[in-house]
């Protein structure tokens, strides 16, 4: 009960928190916005600074320490604490880029790394519209030593390999189902490196908005590649402009997952709330939450959802792979006009 919670004034004169501890991210929350964030835009920073979170969280392995090997620490701030080793990774792949934007904003503010890698993403994320608000923590001890490779799902790993990963790093708690869930991120999202001809390619039509286009896009007959073809980890697309990462569609295929995809399509709810759970406890993969402060009241409350489900111009329910065998694809609209092309997301 928020008025029986005693706040605290924080030192800046201008706010106040539920714990003294939260203050401090008031500032680093308006440096992000103002100065990476392009004043609170859903830009390629904003689903740069998303996709690092996963990259540093994911990388802890319990099978491994089992053999008697370091697993890793998750969300631990190692990819931006040993960038030279970890970036070099190859699903890492393009992550050096917003590493090297990130640093001057942890030179200048006190959370320790980790904090601010997983901090970056939810007020990046904040930032789409239709986005749910985003766990913030503070307490996070920070790594000593970089992850091992081999942690980081690839877009060619196949649906097994992809959902024994997850499972291993979160001792069990990310099955298929979550991790359907925490693929909702792929709405505000777009390959750079996958295809190096076409920089930029969304992996919905609506990169800027947190909306559940990317699963009725990826469930449409893939007809094109929006640059060359032959790239590892890709497959064709059904929109020009438009790329698909091949475990985005073996997932949206897999007997295990189908139903779980296709029952995000029209459902912006769900599409905020089970991504909001899961990057919850993927932004705390390695540490303790008892020795955690929570602080997400300092995350903006993000922008109304815009538009509705819809297929793409041109394209109706006869170019849907129906894969999910219990339940009819729901009935969507059909966008007026010729079909269009995909923009690029501009680089930073
Ligand atoms: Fe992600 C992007 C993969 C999960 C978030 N991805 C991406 C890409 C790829 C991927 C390949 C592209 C890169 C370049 O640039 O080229 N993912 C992936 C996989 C997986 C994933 C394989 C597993 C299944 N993600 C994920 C998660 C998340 C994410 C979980 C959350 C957190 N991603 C992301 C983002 C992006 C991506 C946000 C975008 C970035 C940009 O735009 O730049
Ligand atoms: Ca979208």
């Known amino acids: 009960n928020a008025a029986l919670t005693r706040r605290v004034a924080c030192p800046d004169g201008k706010n106040t928190a539920t714990n003294a501890a939260c203050c401090q ?17 859903c830009t390629a920073e904003a689903h740069e600074s998303l996709r690092l979170t996963f990259h540093d969280a994911i990388a802890i392995s319990p099978a491994l320490e089992a053999q008697g090997k370091f697993g890793g ?21 393009g992550l050096d880029e917003i590493v090297e934007l990130q640093k001057p904003f942890i030179a ?25 608000q985003l766990a913030a923590f503070v307490g996070r001890k920070d790594a ?44 505000v999202a777009a390959a750079n490196d996958v295809d190096p001809t076409v920089p930029g390619s969304p992996f919905d039509s609506t990169p800027g908005l947190w909306d559940t286009q990317f699963f ?25 402009g438009e790329l698909r990462l091949q475990s985005d569609h073996t997932i949206a295929r897999d007997s295990r997952t189908a139903c779980e995809w296709q029952s995000f ?11 909001q759970f899961v990057f919850h406890d993927m932004s705390i993969l390695g540490q303790n939450i008892d020795d955690l402060v929570d602080c997400t009241e300092v995350v903006p409350i993000p922008a109304p959802p815009q538009g509705t ?19 009819p694809f729901p009935t969507l609209p059909t966008d007026p006009g010729p079909a269009t092309s995909v923009a690029p997301v501009p680089r930073p």
């Open 25 to 41: 991210l008031f500032a680093v929350r308006d440096d992000l916005q103002e100065n990476l964030f392009h004043g609170g835009q």
């Open 73 to 93: 620490g998750g969300a631990d701030g190692s990819i931006a604490i040993f960038p030279e080793i970890e970036t070099n990774f190859h699903p890492n792949i």
């Open 108 to 132: 200048r503010h006190n959370l320790s790394v980790a904090d601010f890698v997983q901090f970056a993403g939810a007020i990046g994320a904040s930032n789409c519209p239709g986005a749910p």
């Open 144 to 187: 000593t030593q970089p992850a091992p490779d081999g942690l980081v799902p690839e877009p060619f790993h196949t649906p097994d390999q992809i959902f024994d990963r997850l499972a291993d790093a979160s001792n069990g708690e990310f099955d298929p189902i979550l991790t359907v869930w925490l693929l909702t991120a792929h709405t």
């Open 216 to 240: 009725v896009e990826t469930q449409l007959r893939g007809t094109l590649f929006p640059g060359t073809g032959g790239n590892q980890g890709e497959v064709e697309s059904p929109l020009k």
């Open 265 to 275: 399509v029209g459902n912006q709810t769900k599409a905020q709330q089970m991504f």
């Open 309 to 327: 489900a819809h297929f793409p111009a041109g394209l109706t329910i006869n170019d849907i792979e129906q894969a999910c065998a219990e339940t």
